[in-house]
């Protein structure tokens, strides 16, 4: 027999595992596959339905998923927001910002479903990588390493070996839990949140974003798709409210997403004035909204050991102030995918880590503090009866340097 045909072939390398097929874990396949990286997700959940109500995507993660010829997707499901304004409780204006293309991005913000998002993502990852590298009903329960892999078990007693393991799996991520087990855990801030959505009448055009209030209760409008007729939109809504202190545990894991009640909601709800908006109607009509506790977790150390690495929210769960949560998973994925195509696996982990960790951190806590909705937190100290004169109340610098420093931070300024 002949050398050339005793030769073996070289054995194919062992795929990067995904824990997590959530919008940044689907992000990072797509990326990995993009660059000719093979990967698997590996989804607890084991039926993928479109859950969720609206989130927010900022222009610097649209152009990411633009990159990946996403774009066309989201346009057919979600609204290009053109405009975020600040209101207090009583309708009147604080401050005024053009969002995504109309602030002279070359991408747009997008208001957009969770489940839509996800259900584009899910159904990309299907069609350019096969149902054989996204697996559902896979429930991690830990992993071990050895020399140059990594070895994921599974609840169901079965286990998968990679080249390298990244933790894509949430805010109760198993994976921080086994790297951390000294983490403090699950922080609340005593604020209930209330999100519904219903095909409401368009307001100020279909496009504008709305956050009104003050520290004590806020809301949250905007659309995030289609209505049934020109004159409507699938519109989204954010009832938030300080019902605790941060010394209160947060609610068992199996009360974060439960069905609200009227009765809970409404006495907030009905200290809104908003000209053109009949927010309690709205609320009213909503047929089935949830109510979740507005949570993060401390900004870690360390995200990486070895071959195993932490995204998206396992690395860094925020406040959903600011419109970041997933936009930075997004960020976490494109970035660690362009590191891995350029360095060994381990390498690319140091400078992901180096490069992501810190800007994370950074809004993690800068969340905490209110983010740039701030700027009504501020305006509501100094007249908590509103006023008549904004720049009797605050300066137009100081305003700008609230939201336009939040801009900058988290990498969307113009």
């Known amino acids: ?21 959530g919008v940044g874990g689907l992000t990072l396949a797509l990326s990995l596959h993009e660059r000719g990286i093979p990967c698997v997700v590996l989804e607890a959940a084991k039926e993928v339905k479109q859950l969720g109500v609206g989130i927010n995507t900022l222009p610097h993660a649209i152009r990411e998923l633009a990159a990946l010829g996403l774009l066309p997707a989201l ?22 910002e053009a969002r995504g293309l109309h602030a002279g991005h070359d991408t747009p913000q997008f208001s957009i479903h969770r489940g839509k998002l996800h259900g584009v993502l899910w159904q ?11 697996r559902a009903g896979m429930r991690m329960v830990g992993f071990a390493q050895s020399g140059s892999s990594v070895t994921a078990n599974f609840s169901d007693g079965s286990s998968i070996r990679g080249s390298a393991l990244i933790g894509a799996d949430g805010i109760h991520s198993v994976l921080r839990n086994a790297m951390h087990p000294e983490d403090g855990g699950i922080r609340w801030n005593g604020i209930q949140m209330w999100r519904g959505a219903i095909e409401w009448p368009a307001h100020e055009g279909g496009d504008v974003m709305l956050i009104a209030g003050d520290m004590a209760e806020k809301l949250v409008f905007y659309p995030i798709g289609a209505g049934s007729t020109p004159e409507t939109r699938l519109t989204n809504w954010v009832i938030c409210a300080q019902i605790g202190d941060a010394t209160r545990p947060p609610p068992r894991r199996e009360d974060w997403s439960r069905p609200g009640t009227l009765e809970d909601v409404l006495p907030h709800v009905q200290r809104f004035r908003v000209p053109g908006l009949d927010v309690e109607a709205m609320v009213r009509a909503t047929p089935e909204f949830w ?10 150390p360390f995200w990486t050991q070895g071959r195993v690495t932490l995204l ?7 406040y959903p102030v600011g419109s970041n949560g997933a936009s930075q998973a997004i960020l976490d994925a494109r970035a660690l995918a362009r590191l891995l195509a350029a360095h060994p696996i381990e390498d690319a982990f140091a400078a992901y880590e180096a490069e ?21 937190d501020v305006v509501s ?25 939040y801009a900058q931070m988290a990498g969307f300024a113009r």
Do not use: K
């Not at 045909?5 to 194919?12: E, G, I, K, T, V």
């Not at 299907?126 to 054989?132: D, Y």
């Not at 998206?312 to 925020?318: N, R």
């Open 1 to 21: 027999m002949s050398d050339h045909r005793r030769r073996r072939r070289p054995a194919p390398p062992a795929p990067i595992l995904i824990a997590g097929g």
């Open 75 to 96: 346009d057919a499901i979600g609204i290009r927001t053109r405009e975020l304004r600040y209101l207090n409780r009583f309708g009147s204006r604080i401050w005024t």
């Open 124 to 134: 990309a990852a299907l069609e350019r990588m096969g149902p054989q590298v996204i």
């Open 291 to 300: 109510e979740y506790p507005m949570c993060d977790r401390d900004p870690l």
């Open 312 to 318: 998206g929210d396992a690395a860094h769960p925020m």
């Open 356 to 376: 992501r960790l810190p800007a994370t951190r950074d809004l993690v806590l800068t969340n905490r503090r209110g983010g740039p909705e701030r700027v009504v």
């Open 381 to 405: 100290e100094r007249a908590p009866n509103g006023f008549e004169r904004l720049e009797d109340v605050i300066a137009t610098d100081e305003l700008a340097a609230i939201a336009r420093g």
